[in-house]
């Protein structure tokens, strides 16, 4: 079945750095469709950026994402960390024929001033 | 924004007793996905309804849970006799039509957080 794998449990920045959550996928689809929601303290998760074309980039309140099906990865990415960026954040892989979700186990970001 | 509402926000229950929570998906959404959180972290796919019909679901749900969707306006996840393992917070979300939207988007309510004692 479908898996995604968020390989850091925790991540610990310091303002102004940049920032890359690594999150790679396994489907046995050759279309794959990947989300990064993001769950705030006290907040329902919502929904950060989904992917678009293979190698397109797609952007959402300074974060991006580029799905590369080659290597079946959507990093999370943004080129300046804020204090308010900490979070949990999780990737996601979309299965066409349900809608389920599968999720990886999530990546905590924690930015430090 | 969505608004996907669950109730109770939070309950607690012994071990042994029954528990229900339920949720109200958004306004025309066809599928509800209930997800289970644990130590805010893993989000566990737990059962998914299309036009209020399960259609996929893990083995747990089917052993200890039951969860029904009797209107497209109110669904309802119960867990028979609980266990100190079901200590967590459960997720609701909905979306316009599940499978057909291939980049749809997900909404979730805030949760129900359950401890069992």
């Known amino acids: 079945g479908d898996s995604v794998t968020q390989k850091e449990g925790l991540v610990t920045l310091t303002e102004g750095l940049p920032v890359m959550l690594n999150c790679t996928y396994q489907?046995?689809?050759?279309?794959?469709?990947l989300f990064w929601y993001v769950h705030y303290l006290n907040e329902s998760p919502r929904l950060l950026l989904k992917?678009?074309?293979?190698?397109k980039r797609t952007e959402h309140q300074g974060f991006h994402a580029t799905l590369h099906k080659s290597s079946s990865s959507f990093h999370l990415q943004k080129s300046s960390a804020q204090l308010s960026d900490s979070a949990l954040y999780y990737c996601?892989?979309?299965?066409?024929?349900?809608?389920?979700?599968?999720f990886g186990d999530g990546t905590v970001l924690t930015v430090k001033p | 924004d969505a608004a996907v509402t669950q109730k109770p926000r939070y309950l607690i229950k012994m071990k042994g007793q029954e528990a229900e929570m339920k949720c109200i998906p958004e306004?025309?959404?066809?599928?509800v996905f209930w997800y289970q959180q644990k130590q805010s972290k893993e989000l566990k796919f737990l059962i998914y309804?299309?036009?209020?019909?399960?259609?996929?679901q893990i083995d747990m749900v089917k052993e200890r849970f039951s969860a029904v969707c009797p209107s497209s306006s109110l669904c309802s996840l119960g867990i028979r006799t609980c266990e100190a393992e079901d200590s967590a917070l459960y997720l609701c979300?909905?979306?316009?039509?599940?499978?057909?939207?291939?980049?749809?988007?997900?909404?979730f309510g805030h949760g129900t957080k359950l401890s069992v004692l």
């Open positions: 996601a892989l979309k299965d066409t024929n349900t809608g389920k979700l599968t």
């Open positions: 489907t046995i689809y050759s279309n794959a469709f």
């Open positions: 992917s678009s074309t293979d190698n």
């Open positions: 306004k025309g959404h066809t599928a």
């Open positions: 309804f299309q036009n209020q019909q399960p259609l996929d």
């Open positions: 979300s909905s979306s316009q039509s599940g499978g057909q939207g291939s980049n749809e988007r997900l909404f």
